[in-house]
């Protein structure tokens, strides 16, 4: 199949794992690190992490999956490298950097939906991943466990108290 | 309404409200959904994060296409038969980072704590496609454009 294809070092199949996959990859990076720049950095890494090891990855296992857990990883690893490099980097990796403006203020303005998704932005982590990989990429409690390194308990307790506090924060 | 009802219902409206659920359970969800204020608060939030999705930056797909072939070129990094265990070490985030200084940080153990490596390769595909085009496409349809694309390149 595809993965067989970019395993034996086919371009075009890399190309489309690439093109099929990099959005999923960037919501899960960007829910981590909050940055666009950062994040975008982090899914070419992870592509690049995932590709240098599929000559171990077994073709029946989720591929998605897969690549969400190395683009996860990969944004928490790159969260901590800037956290040990960076004097600001407690603004970076904390719940809502200190020099922006508070979403819940700058979301009042806005419309309902633009809303709702910046106060998803201020959720615990798990919470604000597990409802986006539920809602934007249709994965399994199973697979968001897998992806967010939990069980899949977890990542369904995750989504429904992340869906509950941000239906009281809309209100 | 009773709470179970209401469990599984809410376990749906995430692929309810982007289209992806079954004809049975939409069926399901449709009829509980106008008794049911609860749910159906549930499900109008639910469209409204859909309605403003993260808006994923247009070239990004090139940029990656383009360092990973770089990568691959350069040969910086090991590429194929990287063995297994390397495999589930990078999928478990199961690494020995280093920093500036060059100094061995240790094992980040974050992930390996609650997967083993069974688990990270128990899953299926589903039918629960992100975007569309590409994203939309079963193997073997891609696959049959990959086989086109190549027949253009050779032509
Ligand atoms: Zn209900």
Redesign the interface.
């Known amino acids: 199949?595809?993965i067989e294809?970019a395993?034996s070092?086919?371009?075009?199949?890399?190309?489309?794992l690439?093109?099929?996959?990099?959005?999923?990859a960037?919501?899960v990076a960007?829910?981590i690190t909050r940055r666009?720049d950062v994040a975008?950095d982090v899914?070419?890494d992870a592509?690049?992490?995932?590709?240098?090891?599929?000559?171990?990855?077994?073709g029946?296992?989720?591929?998605?999956?897969?690549m969400m857990?190395?683009t996860?990883?990969e944004a928490?690893?790159t969260l901590?490298?800037r956290g040990?490099?960076s004097e600001s980097a407690i603004d970076d990796v904390g719940p809502i950097a200190a020099d922006e403006p508070d979403p819940a203020e700058q979301a009042v303005s806005g419309?309902?939906?633009?809303?709702?998704?910046t106060l998803?932005e201020t959720l615990p982590e798990k919470q604000r991943l597990s409802?986006?990989l539920?809602?934007?990429?249709?994965?399994?409690f199973?697979?968001i466990?897998?992806a967010i390194?939990?069980?899949e308990g977890?990542a369904r307790v995750n989504y429904?108290h992340g869906?509950r506090r941000?239906?009281e924060l809309?209100e | 309404m009773s709470q179970t009802e209401c469990g599984t219902i809410?376990e749906y409206l995430?692929?309810f409200?982007?289209g992806?659920l079954g004809t049975d359970q939409v069926g399901a969800v449709e009829a509980h959904l106008p008794s049911c204020a609860e749910c159906r608060?549930?499900f109008e939030?639910?469209q409204?994060?859909?309605?403003?999705?993260?808006v994923?930056?247009e070239r990004?797909?090139d940029?990656?296409?383009s360092?990973?072939?770089t990568?691959?070129r350069s040969g910086r990094?090991?590429?194929?038969?990287?063995?297994?265990?390397?495999?589930?070490a990078?999928?478990?985030?199961i690494?020995v980072?280093t920093?500036?200084a060059g100094n061995v940080?240790g094992p980040?153990p974050?992930?390996a704590?609650?997967?083993d490596e069974g688990?990270?390769?128990?899953?299926?595909?589903?039918l629960?496609?992100?975007?569309p085009?590409?994203?939309g496409?079963s193997?073997e349809a891609?696959?049959e454009?990959?086989e086109e694309?190549?027949e253009e390149?050779a032509a």
Do not use: C
């Not at chain 1, 419309?111 to 998704?117: C, D, G, L, P, Q």
């Not at chain 2, 990078?90 to 985030?93: H, Q």
């Not at chain 2, 688990?119 to 589903?126: H, I, T």
């Not at chain 2, 629960?128 to 975007?131: I, K, Q, V």
């Open positions: 199949m595809l294809r395993r070092g086919d371009d075009t199949a890399l190309d489309l690439v093109r099929r996959h990099h959005a999923s960037y919501r960007l829910s666009d975008q899914v070419q592509f690049i992490k995932a590709f240098g090891a599929l000559g171990g990855f077994r029946d296992a989720s591929f998605r999956t897969w857990t190395i996860a990883n928490r690893a901590r490298k040990r490099w419309h309902e939906s633009a809303r709702a998704r998803l409802v986006s539920r809602i934007d990429d249709g994965l399994s199973r697979e466990g897998e390194g939990s069980s977890a429904f869906i941000l239906r809309m | 809410r995430p692929d409200a982007a992806r608060a549930e939030l639910i409204m994060l859909l309605d403003a999705p993260p994923v930056p990004l797909a940029s990656v296409v360092v990973v072939r990568s691959r990094r090991p590429w194929w038969g990287i063995s297994a265990a390397a495999v589930a990078i999928a478990l985030g690494g980072s920093d500036r940080a980040v974050e992930f704590s609650e997967a688990e990270a390769w128990l899953s299926d595909d589903g629960l496609a992100g975007a085009s590409i994203d496409l193997d891609l696959l454009l990959l694309l190549s390149g």
